[in-house]
Protein backbone atom coordinates (compact mmCIF):
# COMPACT_ATOMS: atom_id res chain seq x y z
CA UNK A 1 0.00 0.00 0.00
CA UNK A 2 0.95 3.59 -0.27
CA UNK A 3 1.79 5.97 2.47
CA UNK A 4 2.28 10.30 2.21
CA UNK A 5 3.73 11.58 5.28
CA UNK A 6 2.90 15.35 6.80
CA UNK A 7 5.39 16.35 8.58
CA UNK A 8 6.97 19.69 9.19
CA UNK A 9 9.90 18.66 11.44
CA UNK A 10 11.99 17.98 8.56
CA UNK A 11 14.51 15.93 10.70
CA UNK A 12 11.81 13.75 11.83
CA UNK A 13 9.93 13.30 8.37
CA UNK A 14 13.13 11.99 7.22
CA UNK A 15 13.54 9.67 9.78
CA UNK A 16 9.78 8.41 9.71
CA UNK A 17 10.39 7.87 5.78
CA UNK A 18 14.17 6.02 6.06
CA UNK A 19 14.68 4.62 9.23
CA UNK A 20 11.59 2.38 9.26
CA UNK A 21 11.23 -1.26 7.58
CA UNK A 22 8.30 -0.03 5.48
CA UNK A 23 9.00 -2.18 2.56
CA UNK A 24 9.17 -5.29 4.67
CA UNK A 25 5.09 -4.82 5.37
CA UNK A 26 4.37 -3.75 2.01
CA UNK A 27 3.88 0.02 2.29
CA UNK A 28 5.50 2.00 -0.44
CA UNK A 29 6.67 5.74 0.77
CA UNK A 30 4.83 7.99 -2.32
CA UNK A 31 5.92 11.21 -1.00
CA UNK A 32 6.57 13.81 1.68
CA UNK A 33 5.05 17.11 2.54
CA UNK A 34 6.26 19.65 5.37
CA UNK A 35 3.14 22.12 4.61
CA UNK A 36 -0.71 21.45 4.23
CA UNK A 37 -0.70 22.94 1.00
CA UNK A 38 2.26 20.68 -0.21
CA UNK A 39 -0.29 17.99 1.32
CA UNK A 40 -2.97 18.88 -0.32
CA UNK A 41 -1.45 18.57 -3.83
CA UNK A 42 0.80 15.41 -3.48
CA UNK A 43 -3.36 13.98 -1.76
CA UNK A 44 -5.11 15.05 -4.97
CA UNK A 45 -2.39 14.38 -7.49
CA UNK A 46 -1.04 10.14 -5.81
CA UNK A 47 -4.30 9.47 -4.11
CA UNK A 48 -2.29 8.08 -1.13
CA UNK A 49 -3.91 4.80 0.50
CA UNK A 50 -2.29 5.65 3.87
CA UNK A 51 -1.71 9.47 5.58
CA UNK A 52 0.77 9.64 8.35
CA UNK A 53 0.01 13.66 9.27
CA UNK A 54 0.95 15.93 12.12
CA UNK A 55 -1.41 18.62 12.92
CA UNK A 56 0.52 21.81 13.72
CA UNK A 57 2.15 22.05 10.05
CA UNK A 58 2.14 25.76 8.45
CA UNK A 59 -0.16 26.63 5.19
CA UNK A 60 -3.36 24.26 6.25
CA UNK A 61 -3.05 22.39 9.87
CA UNK A 62 -3.05 18.93 9.67
CA UNK A 63 -7.30 19.08 10.62
CA UNK A 64 -8.17 20.84 7.17
CA UNK A 65 -5.80 18.71 5.36
CA UNK A 66 -7.85 15.23 7.34
CA UNK A 67 -11.24 17.28 7.09
CA UNK A 68 -10.95 17.61 2.79
CA UNK A 69 -10.05 14.61 2.20
CA UNK A 70 -12.83 13.04 4.16
CA UNK A 71 -15.25 15.19 2.28
CA UNK A 72 -13.57 14.21 -1.12
CA UNK A 73 -14.46 10.50 0.42
CA UNK A 74 -10.76 9.39 -0.78
CA UNK A 75 -10.14 5.46 0.34
CA UNK A 76 -7.52 7.07 2.49
CA UNK A 77 -6.69 5.84 5.99
CA UNK A 78 -5.56 8.88 7.87
CA UNK A 79 -3.15 8.35 10.98
CA UNK A 80 -2.70 11.41 13.22
CA UNK A 81 0.91 11.91 14.70
CA UNK A 82 0.41 15.09 17.14
CA UNK A 83 1.79 16.99 20.26
CA UNK A 84 -1.37 18.29 21.37
CA UNK A 85 -2.94 16.21 24.09
CA UNK A 86 -6.63 17.83 23.72
CA UNK A 87 -9.63 16.20 23.74
CA UNK A 88 -10.97 18.80 21.04
CA UNK A 89 -8.43 17.80 18.50
CA UNK A 90 -9.31 14.01 19.17
CA UNK A 91 -12.50 14.21 18.74
CA UNK A 92 -12.78 16.75 15.42
CA UNK A 93 -10.31 13.70 14.14
CA UNK A 94 -12.29 10.99 14.67
CA UNK A 95 -15.06 13.15 12.97
CA UNK A 96 -12.85 13.21 9.64
CA UNK A 97 -12.64 9.38 9.49
CA UNK A 98 -9.11 9.53 11.56
CA UNK A 99 -7.93 5.45 12.03
CA UNK A 100 -5.66 6.28 14.80
CA UNK A 101 -4.28 9.55 17.21
CA UNK A 102 -1.26 9.10 18.55
CA UNK A 103 0.66 11.41 20.78
CA UNK A 104 4.46 12.82 19.88
CA UNK A 105 6.71 11.38 21.34
CA UNK A 106 5.11 8.42 19.95
CA UNK A 107 7.66 5.57 19.62
CA UNK A 108 8.70 3.74 16.04
CA UNK A 109 6.91 0.64 17.14
CA UNK A 110 3.81 2.49 18.07
CA UNK A 111 3.69 4.29 14.96
CA UNK A 112 4.68 1.14 12.57
CA UNK A 113 1.34 -0.71 14.51
CA UNK A 114 -1.20 2.01 14.15
CA UNK A 115 -0.38 2.24 10.13
CA UNK A 116 -0.51 -1.58 9.69
CA UNK A 117 -3.30 -1.53 11.25
CA UNK A 118 -4.96 1.15 9.12
CA UNK A 119 -3.71 -0.89 6.14
CA UNK A 120 -5.21 -3.87 7.45
CA UNK A 121 -8.48 -1.67 8.22
CA UNK A 122 -8.68 -0.57 4.72
CA UNK A 123 -8.11 -3.72 3.30
CA UNK A 124 -10.56 -5.57 4.86
CA UNK A 125 -13.24 -2.84 3.23
CA UNK A 126 -11.96 -3.03 -0.19
CA UNK A 127 -12.56 -6.85 0.26
CA UNK A 128 -15.99 -6.28 0.91
CA UNK A 129 -16.43 -3.70 -1.29
CA UNK A 130 -15.78 -6.15 -4.18
CA UNK A 131 -17.15 -9.07 -2.81
CA UNK A 132 -17.49 -11.99 -5.62
CA UNK A 133 -21.44 -11.82 -5.16
CA UNK A 134 -20.93 -8.11 -5.62
CA UNK A 135 -18.93 -8.76 -9.03
CA UNK A 136 -21.31 -11.56 -10.04
CA UNK A 137 -24.15 -9.23 -9.66
CA UNK A 138 -22.43 -6.44 -12.44
CA UNK A 139 -21.85 -9.13 -14.18
CA UNK A 140 -25.61 -10.38 -14.37
CA UNK A 141 -27.34 -6.84 -14.46
CA UNK A 142 -24.89 -3.77 -15.17
CA UNK A 143 -22.54 -4.68 -17.98
CA UNK A 144 -23.49 -1.94 -20.62
CA UNK A 145 -22.99 -4.32 -23.87
CA UNK A 146 -23.59 -1.09 -26.42
CA UNK A 147 -21.09 0.89 -24.84
CA UNK A 148 -18.69 -1.73 -24.83
CA UNK A 149 -19.13 -3.08 -28.01
CA UNK A 150 -18.66 0.81 -29.38
CA UNK A 151 -15.35 1.28 -27.75
CA UNK A 152 -14.35 -2.74 -28.89
CA UNK A 153 -14.37 -1.25 -32.14
CA UNK A 154 -13.33 2.18 -31.84
CA UNK A 155 -10.20 0.98 -30.37
CA UNK A 156 -9.41 -1.64 -33.29
CA UNK A 157 -10.20 1.21 -35.79
CA UNK A 158 -12.97 -0.31 -37.59
CA UNK A 159 -15.17 2.90 -37.59
CA UNK A 160 -14.24 5.88 -40.42
CA UNK A 161 -14.79 9.22 -38.67
CA UNK A 162 -18.13 9.51 -39.35
CA UNK A 163 -19.22 6.42 -37.72
CA UNK A 164 -17.00 7.53 -34.49
CA UNK A 165 -19.52 10.52 -34.34
CA UNK A 166 -22.83 8.57 -34.80
CA UNK A 167 -22.24 5.68 -33.19
CA UNK A 168 -20.95 7.41 -30.26
CA UNK A 169 -24.19 9.13 -30.09
CA UNK A 170 -26.22 6.13 -30.58
CA UNK A 171 -24.64 5.09 -26.86
CA UNK A 172 -24.98 8.04 -25.13
CA UNK A 173 -20.94 9.10 -25.41
CA UNK A 174 -19.73 12.49 -25.59
CA UNK A 175 -16.78 12.19 -27.48
CA UNK A 176 -15.31 15.95 -27.91
CA UNK A 177 -13.44 16.82 -31.03
CA UNK A 178 -11.48 19.31 -29.27
CA UNK A 179 -10.66 16.53 -26.34
CA UNK A 180 -7.49 14.97 -25.87
CA UNK A 181 -7.64 11.33 -25.37
CA UNK A 182 -5.53 9.15 -23.56
CA UNK A 183 -5.34 4.78 -23.66
CA UNK A 184 -4.51 2.34 -21.27
CA UNK A 185 -4.36 -2.08 -21.83
CA UNK A 186 -4.61 -3.56 -18.66
CA UNK A 187 -4.73 -7.25 -18.47
CA UNK A 188 -4.19 -10.10 -15.64
CA UNK A 189 -0.76 -11.48 -15.42
CA UNK A 190 -0.41 -15.42 -15.70
CA UNK A 191 -1.98 -17.40 -13.20
CA UNK A 192 0.80 -18.97 -11.45
CA UNK A 193 1.61 -22.51 -11.00
CA UNK A 194 0.94 -23.15 -7.98
CA UNK A 195 -2.44 -20.68 -7.38
CA UNK A 196 -4.85 -22.97 -5.97
CA UNK A 197 -8.15 -20.78 -6.40
CA UNK A 198 -8.05 -20.03 -9.89
CA UNK A 199 -6.77 -22.19 -13.33
CA UNK A 200 -6.25 -20.51 -16.80
CA UNK A 201 -9.80 -20.91 -17.50
CA UNK A 202 -10.72 -18.57 -15.23
CA UNK A 203 -9.39 -16.04 -16.66
CA UNK A 204 -12.67 -14.50 -18.30
CA UNK A 205 -13.54 -14.30 -14.83
CA UNK A 206 -10.54 -12.70 -13.25
CA UNK A 207 -10.56 -10.16 -16.51
CA UNK A 208 -14.28 -9.22 -15.77
CA UNK A 209 -13.61 -8.60 -11.96
CA UNK A 210 -10.39 -6.25 -13.29
CA UNK A 211 -13.12 -4.07 -15.24
CA UNK A 212 -14.93 -3.92 -12.43
CA UNK A 213 -12.20 -2.73 -9.78
CA UNK A 214 -11.12 -0.19 -12.75
CA UNK A 215 -14.45 1.16 -12.55
CA UNK A 216 -14.24 1.87 -9.12
CA UNK A 217 -11.52 2.92 -8.82
CA UNK A 218 -10.83 5.30 -11.63
CA UNK A 219 -14.56 6.77 -12.21
CA UNK A 220 -13.44 9.34 -14.53
CA UNK A 221 -12.13 6.67 -17.22
CA UNK A 222 -14.21 4.94 -19.99
CA UNK A 223 -13.57 1.17 -18.91
CA UNK A 224 -13.76 -0.99 -22.09
CA UNK A 225 -13.63 -5.12 -21.83
CA UNK A 226 -12.30 -6.75 -25.12
CA UNK A 227 -12.78 -10.41 -24.96
CA UNK A 228 -10.04 -12.42 -25.59
CA UNK A 229 -8.07 -9.41 -25.22
CA UNK A 230 -6.81 -6.50 -22.50
CA UNK A 231 -9.27 -4.38 -20.79
CA UNK A 232 -8.58 -0.56 -22.21
CA UNK A 233 -9.07 2.52 -20.05
CA UNK A 234 -9.93 5.50 -22.25
CA UNK A 235 -9.18 9.10 -20.40
CA UNK A 236 -10.79 11.91 -21.70
CA UNK A 237 -8.89 15.30 -20.86
CA UNK A 238 -9.68 18.65 -21.44
CA UNK A 239 -7.93 20.12 -24.52
CA UNK A 240 -5.86 22.70 -23.02
CA UNK A 241 -4.49 20.73 -20.19
CA UNK A 242 -0.40 20.01 -20.73
CA UNK A 243 -0.15 16.27 -22.37
CA UNK A 244 3.28 15.96 -20.02
CA UNK A 245 0.47 16.21 -16.45
CA UNK A 246 -2.34 14.38 -18.17
CA UNK A 247 0.22 11.70 -18.50
CA UNK A 248 1.98 12.01 -14.91
CA UNK A 249 -1.78 11.63 -13.37
CA UNK A 250 -2.57 8.51 -15.67
CA UNK A 251 0.66 7.10 -14.35
CA UNK A 252 -0.18 7.66 -10.76
CA UNK A 253 -4.17 6.28 -11.04
CA UNK A 254 -3.04 3.16 -12.91
CA UNK A 255 -0.18 2.30 -10.17
CA UNK A 256 -3.08 2.80 -7.65
CA UNK A 257 -5.60 0.39 -9.75
CA UNK A 258 -2.69 -2.43 -9.95
CA UNK A 259 -2.50 -1.89 -6.14
CA UNK A 260 -6.09 -2.40 -5.40
CA UNK A 261 -6.43 -5.67 -8.14
CA UNK A 262 -3.71 -7.18 -5.62
CA UNK A 263 -5.32 -6.23 -2.81
CA UNK A 264 -8.76 -7.51 -3.80
CA UNK A 265 -7.92 -10.83 -6.09
CA UNK A 266 -4.55 -11.51 -4.33
CA UNK A 267 -3.01 -12.03 -8.13
CA UNK A 268 -1.26 -9.46 -10.06
CA UNK A 269 -2.15 -7.38 -13.13
CA UNK A 270 0.28 -5.14 -15.47
CA UNK A 271 -0.46 -2.13 -17.75
CA UNK A 272 0.75 -0.54 -20.69
CA UNK A 273 0.28 2.98 -21.20
CA UNK A 274 0.10 5.06 -24.57
CA UNK A 275 3.35 7.44 -25.13
CA UNK A 276 1.24 11.10 -25.09
CA UNK A 277 -2.59 12.66 -25.43
CA UNK A 278 -4.12 12.32 -29.10
CA UNK A 279 -7.23 13.23 -31.20
CA UNK A 280 -10.36 11.10 -31.21
CA UNK A 281 -8.93 10.02 -34.77
CA UNK A 282 -5.28 9.19 -33.09
CA UNK A 283 -7.11 6.81 -30.06
CA UNK A 284 -6.85 3.25 -32.47
CA UNK A 285 -3.15 4.19 -32.84
CA UNK A 286 -2.59 4.83 -29.01
CA UNK A 287 -4.66 1.71 -27.97
CA UNK A 288 -1.87 -0.06 -30.15
CA UNK A 289 0.87 1.95 -28.22
CA UNK A 290 -0.28 0.52 -24.95
CA UNK A 291 -1.00 -2.89 -26.45
CA UNK A 292 2.33 -2.79 -27.37
CA UNK A 293 3.93 -1.34 -23.98
CA UNK A 294 1.83 -4.18 -22.43
CA UNK A 295 3.71 -6.73 -23.94
CA UNK A 296 6.82 -5.86 -22.08
CA UNK A 297 5.80 -7.42 -18.72
CA UNK A 298 7.86 -10.56 -20.87
CA UNK A 299 10.82 -7.95 -20.25
CA UNK A 300 10.21 -6.49 -16.69
CA UNK A 301 8.20 -9.39 -15.30
CA UNK A 302 4.17 -8.94 -13.96
CA UNK A 303 2.56 -6.47 -11.56
CA UNK A 304 3.88 -3.06 -13.21
CA UNK A 305 2.48 -0.19 -15.54
CA UNK A 306 4.55 0.19 -18.44
CA UNK A 307 5.05 3.66 -20.33
CA UNK A 308 5.64 3.19 -24.05
CA UNK A 309 8.53 4.03 -25.17
CA UNK A 310 9.11 3.92 -29.36
CA UNK A 311 12.29 2.14 -29.97
CA UNK A 312 14.55 4.41 -32.36
CA UNK A 313 13.61 3.57 -36.32
CA UNK A 314 11.12 1.56 -35.10
CA UNK A 315 7.12 1.62 -36.12
CA UNK A 316 4.60 0.34 -33.35
CA UNK A 317 2.55 -2.58 -34.95
CA UNK A 318 -0.59 -5.13 -33.26
CA UNK A 319 -0.04 -8.92 -33.55
CA UNK A 320 -3.81 -9.66 -34.73
CA UNK A 321 -3.43 -13.46 -36.24
CA UNK A 322 -2.45 -16.42 -33.98
CA UNK A 323 -1.15 -18.31 -36.40
CA UNK A 324 2.33 -19.29 -37.11
CA UNK A 325 3.92 -16.24 -39.08
CA UNK A 326 2.21 -14.74 -36.33
CA UNK A 327 4.23 -16.43 -33.56
CA UNK A 328 7.12 -15.58 -35.68
CA UNK A 329 6.71 -12.00 -35.80
CA UNK A 330 5.99 -11.85 -32.23
CA UNK A 331 9.35 -14.10 -31.20
CA UNK A 332 11.28 -11.29 -32.99
CA UNK A 333 9.03 -8.25 -31.61
CA UNK A 334 10.48 -9.87 -27.82
CA UNK A 335 13.88 -10.81 -29.30
CA UNK A 336 13.05 -14.37 -28.13
CA UNK A 337 15.41 -16.24 -30.25
CA UNK A 338 14.83 -19.49 -29.12
CA UNK A 339 11.00 -19.19 -30.08
CA UNK A 340 11.86 -17.40 -33.24
CA UNK A 341 14.03 -20.43 -34.38
CA UNK A 342 11.53 -23.29 -33.36
CA UNK A 343 8.64 -21.27 -35.04
CA UNK A 344 10.69 -20.71 -38.33
CA UNK A 345 11.55 -24.52 -38.07
CA UNK A 346 7.82 -24.74 -37.90
CA UNK A 347 7.20 -23.64 -40.84
CA UNK A 348 9.99 -24.83 -42.54
CA UNK A 349 8.84 -28.44 -41.86
CA UNK A 350 5.31 -27.37 -43.35
CA UNK A 351 6.84 -25.67 -46.09
CA UNK A 352 7.23 -26.77 -49.98
CA UNK A 353 10.83 -26.89 -49.70
CA UNK A 354 11.55 -29.93 -47.99
CA UNK A 355 9.93 -31.73 -50.22
CA UNK A 356 11.00 -29.51 -53.33
CA UNK A 357 12.22 -31.71 -56.77
CA UNK A 358 12.95 -28.37 -58.76
CA UNK A 359 14.96 -25.07 -58.57
CA UNK A 360 11.84 -23.71 -59.24
CA UNK A 361 10.20 -25.26 -56.77
CA UNK A 362 13.06 -23.93 -54.33
CA UNK A 363 12.86 -20.29 -55.29
CA UNK A 364 8.98 -20.39 -54.62
CA UNK A 365 9.79 -21.16 -51.33
CA UNK A 366 12.55 -19.06 -50.73
CA UNK A 367 10.40 -16.38 -52.11
CA UNK A 368 7.96 -16.93 -49.62
CA UNK A 369 10.59 -16.86 -46.14
CA UNK A 370 11.80 -14.06 -48.08
CA UNK A 371 8.58 -12.14 -48.01
CA UNK A 372 7.34 -13.16 -44.94
CA UNK A 373 10.70 -11.86 -42.87
CA UNK A 374 10.76 -8.51 -45.26
CA UNK A 375 6.86 -7.38 -43.96
CA UNK A 376 7.33 -8.56 -40.87
CA UNK A 377 10.76 -6.19 -40.47
CA UNK A 378 9.10 -3.56 -42.76
CA UNK A 379 5.99 -4.00 -39.87
CA UNK A 380 8.47 -2.95 -37.41
CA UNK A 381 10.99 -0.72 -39.30
CA UNK A 382 13.64 -2.44 -39.01
CA UNK A 383 16.32 -2.50 -41.77
CA UNK A 384 16.21 -5.96 -43.48
CA UNK A 385 19.40 -5.46 -45.92
CA UNK A 386 20.98 -4.44 -42.95
CA UNK A 387 20.02 -7.75 -40.74
CA UNK A 388 20.31 -10.10 -43.72
CA UNK A 389 24.07 -8.96 -44.21
CA UNK A 390 25.88 -11.12 -46.72
CA UNK A 391 22.78 -13.43 -46.79
CA UNK A 392 20.91 -10.75 -48.66
CA UNK A 393 22.54 -11.99 -51.71
CA UNK A 394 20.98 -15.49 -51.38
CA UNK A 395 17.46 -13.89 -51.20
CA UNK A 396 17.91 -12.92 -54.43
CA UNK A 397 19.79 -15.84 -56.53
CA UNK A 398 18.79 -18.63 -54.31
CA UNK A 399 20.80 -21.13 -57.00
CA UNK A 400 23.71 -19.78 -55.19
CA UNK A 401 23.26 -21.75 -51.97
CA UNK A 402 24.21 -25.56 -52.22
CA UNK A 403 21.32 -27.40 -50.90
CA UNK A 404 18.38 -26.98 -48.95
CA UNK A 405 20.42 -27.26 -45.58
CA UNK A 406 22.16 -24.39 -46.51
CA UNK A 407 19.04 -22.01 -47.04
CA UNK A 408 17.74 -23.51 -43.72
CA UNK A 409 21.06 -22.08 -41.73
CA UNK A 410 20.84 -18.86 -44.01
CA UNK A 411 16.97 -17.71 -42.42
CA UNK A 412 18.28 -18.83 -38.99
CA UNK A 413 21.15 -16.28 -39.19
CA UNK A 414 18.87 -13.85 -40.22
CA UNK A 415 16.24 -14.56 -37.54
CA UNK A 416 19.06 -14.38 -35.03
CA UNK A 417 20.43 -11.61 -35.70
CA UNK A 418 16.89 -9.58 -36.01
CA UNK A 419 16.36 -11.60 -32.26
CA UNK A 420 20.01 -9.69 -31.38
CA UNK A 421 18.71 -6.14 -33.08
CA UNK A 422 15.84 -5.96 -31.07
CA UNK A 423 17.45 -6.71 -27.40
CA UNK A 424 20.58 -3.99 -28.83
CA UNK A 425 17.84 -1.24 -29.38
CA UNK A 426 15.93 -2.23 -25.83
CA UNK A 427 18.96 -1.72 -23.83
CA UNK A 428 20.09 1.03 -25.68
CA UNK A 429 16.49 2.46 -24.24
CA UNK A 430 16.68 1.54 -20.75
CA UNK A 431 20.08 2.82 -20.36
CA UNK A 432 18.84 6.31 -21.77
CA UNK A 433 15.95 6.52 -19.05
CA UNK A 434 18.92 5.05 -16.46
CA UNK A 435 21.61 7.28 -17.63
CA UNK A 436 19.05 10.54 -17.27
CA UNK A 437 18.65 9.12 -13.64
CA UNK A 438 21.92 9.19 -12.48
CA UNK A 439 22.92 12.75 -14.20
CA UNK A 440 19.98 13.98 -12.31
CA UNK A 441 21.59 12.03 -8.71
CA UNK A 442 25.10 13.81 -9.99
CA UNK A 443 24.20 17.32 -10.30
CA UNK A 444 21.90 17.60 -7.85
CA UNK A 445 23.80 15.80 -4.61
CA UNK A 446 23.05 18.93 -2.42
CA UNK A 447 19.77 18.86 -2.64
CA UNK A 448 16.84 15.54 -1.21
CA UNK A 449 16.31 13.04 -4.23
CA UNK A 450 13.87 10.40 -3.49
CA UNK A 451 12.30 8.20 -6.46
CA UNK A 452 9.22 9.44 -6.45
CA UNK A 453 10.44 13.06 -7.42
CA UNK A 454 12.56 12.47 -10.06
CA UNK A 455 9.62 9.66 -11.52
CA UNK A 456 7.51 12.44 -11.28
CA UNK A 457 10.13 14.64 -13.51
CA UNK A 458 10.96 11.87 -16.11
CA UNK A 459 6.78 11.28 -16.79
CA UNK A 460 6.96 8.19 -15.98
CA UNK A 461 5.40 5.88 -12.76
CA UNK A 462 7.76 4.84 -9.99
CA UNK A 463 7.34 1.62 -9.73
CA UNK A 464 8.23 1.34 -13.23
CA UNK A 465 11.39 3.76 -12.63
CA UNK A 466 12.77 1.91 -9.71
CA UNK A 467 12.46 -2.00 -11.71
CA UNK A 468 14.47 -0.72 -14.54
CA UNK A 469 17.14 1.30 -12.15
CA UNK A 470 17.82 -2.20 -10.38
CA UNK A 471 17.78 -4.50 -13.89
CA UNK A 472 20.37 -1.94 -15.22
CA UNK A 473 22.68 -1.38 -11.91
CA UNK A 474 21.72 -4.50 -9.62
CA UNK A 475 20.87 -1.94 -6.69
CA UNK A 476 17.92 -0.35 -5.24
CA UNK A 477 17.59 3.67 -6.57
CA UNK A 478 17.66 4.78 -2.21
CA UNK A 479 20.86 2.47 -1.67
CA UNK A 480 22.47 4.62 -4.67
CA UNK A 481 22.12 7.60 -3.56
CA UNK A 482 22.75 7.21 -0.23
CA UNK A 483 26.30 5.35 -1.50
CA UNK A 484 26.88 8.30 -3.98
CA UNK A 485 26.33 10.88 -1.02
CA UNK A 486 28.44 9.53 1.46
CA UNK A 487 31.06 8.88 -1.01
CA UNK A 488 31.05 12.51 -2.05
CA UNK A 489 31.06 13.44 1.31
CA UNK A 490 34.03 10.97 2.52
CA UNK A 491 35.85 12.75 -0.47
CA UNK A 492 35.38 16.51 0.49
CA UNK A 493 36.48 15.47 4.13
CA UNK A 494 39.35 14.07 2.98
CA UNK A 495 40.18 17.21 1.15
CA UNK A 496 39.54 19.27 4.16
CA UNK A 497 36.36 20.74 4.15
CA UNK A 498 34.55 20.84 7.73
CA UNK A 499 31.75 18.42 8.71
CA UNK A 500 28.75 21.07 8.39
CA UNK A 501 30.39 21.79 4.39
CA UNK A 502 30.48 18.64 3.72
CA UNK A 503 27.06 17.58 4.80
CA UNK A 504 25.72 20.73 2.80
CA UNK A 505 27.38 19.59 -0.10
CA UNK A 506 25.08 16.37 -0.14
CA UNK A 507 21.85 17.67 0.93
CA UNK A 508 21.79 17.10 5.13
CA UNK A 509 21.01 20.15 6.51
CA UNK A 510 21.02 18.51 9.80
CA UNK A 511 24.73 18.01 11.60
CA UNK A 512 23.35 15.31 13.93
CA UNK A 513 21.11 13.36 11.01
CA UNK A 514 24.60 13.79 8.73
CA UNK A 515 26.67 12.34 11.60
CA UNK A 516 24.32 8.94 12.18
CA UNK A 517 23.55 8.47 8.55
CA UNK A 518 27.50 8.74 7.87
CA UNK A 519 28.42 6.67 11.29
CA UNK A 520 25.77 3.62 10.03
CA UNK A 521 27.30 3.69 6.13
CA UNK A 522 31.14 4.00 6.84
CA UNK A 523 31.44 2.43 10.52
CA UNK A 524 32.79 5.93 11.92
CA UNK A 525 32.31 9.60 12.39
CA UNK A 526 32.62 12.44 10.19
CA UNK A 527 35.50 13.74 12.65
CA UNK A 528 37.42 10.55 12.38
CA UNK A 529 37.75 10.63 8.65
CA UNK A 530 39.03 14.17 8.82
CA UNK A 531 43.07 14.72 8.14
Given amino acids: MNLLIVEDEIRLCNSLANNMPWEQHGIEIVGMAHNGLDALDLIERKKPELLLLDISIPGADGLTVARKVHEQRLMTKIIILSGHDNFTYAQKALEFGVSKYLLKPAGETEIMEAVLHAAEQLRRELELKHSQEALQEIWRHNLPNLQNNFFIHWLNGKFVEWEVTRRSQDV ?73 AVMLQINTDVTRL ?150 HAMLLRVVRRAAAYVKKERMSVSHQIVKQLLGIVEEEMDQEISLHQVADRLFVNSSYLSRLFKQETGKSF ?21 IGEAAAMVGYHDGSYFTRVFRKYWGVTPGEVRP
Fill in 258 to 407: LSNVKECLKLTASAGICRTTGSRDEVPELYRQAVRALQNRIVYGGNIAIPFREEPGHKPVLPTDPNLEKSLEIALQTGDEAKAEETLDQLWGMSGIVRAESMDDVQENVMFFGALLIRIMQKQGWPFKELAGDDFAFFLNPQSLGNKEQI
Fill in 172 to 244: QLELDREARYAVVAVDMDPVPEEETRFTPRDLPVLQFSLGSIAKEVLPDYWVCSDPGGATALIYKAPPDKDAN
Fill in 478 to 498: SAYVIERKMERAKAALLDGAK
